[in-house]
């Protein structure tokens, strides 16, 4: 079993930065993806970054268009934490954010958005004009 506890969200006016945080606890010796989603108001679950976590292909990442150059996903093993560093944001990035996490194989070199079967209970993220 794999827990996941996001922190970090607010309000943030456009232009502005947050970084949130997601702990991760349980088993997570083996090879896993770990990535973020957001849902906005009256709107679908989209993936938003993923991260190889540990394994040979460590550390690769992967951006939905609208986010890329803007936020940046890592994790600190030695912490057992997920970040995710907004950066000029935007009033359309208000959602909620969630981290999430799933087993991959081990020559897995990108996560997709897919199959993610461990959430965490988002925290909310709103960027004013």
């Known amino acids: 079993q794999v827990q996941l506890v996001e922190s970090g969200g607010g309000l943030v006016q456009g232009g502005g930065s947050l970084t949130l945080s997601c702990a991760v606890s349980g088993d997570t010796s083996s090879p896993y993806c770990l990535a973020w989603f957001r849902q906005a108001p009256e709107k679908g679950r989209e993936g938003v970054a993923s991260i190889t976590s540990a394994g040979e292909t460590d550390g690769r990442t992967k951006y939905i268009a609208s986010v890329a150059g803007r936020f940046t996903i890592s994790q600190d093993n030695a912490k057992n934490t997920l970040y995710l560093k907004m950066d000029s944001l935007k009033p359309e990035d208000t959602a909620m954010y969630y981290c999430?996490?799933?087993?991959?194989?081990?020559?897995?070199?990108?996560?997709?958005?897919?199959?993610?079967?461990?959430w965490g209970q988002g925290t909310q993220v709103t960027v004013s004009s």
């Open positions: 999430a996490a799933r087993r991959r194989d081990y020559i897995v070199t990108r996560c997709s958005f897919e199959e993610y079967n461990y």
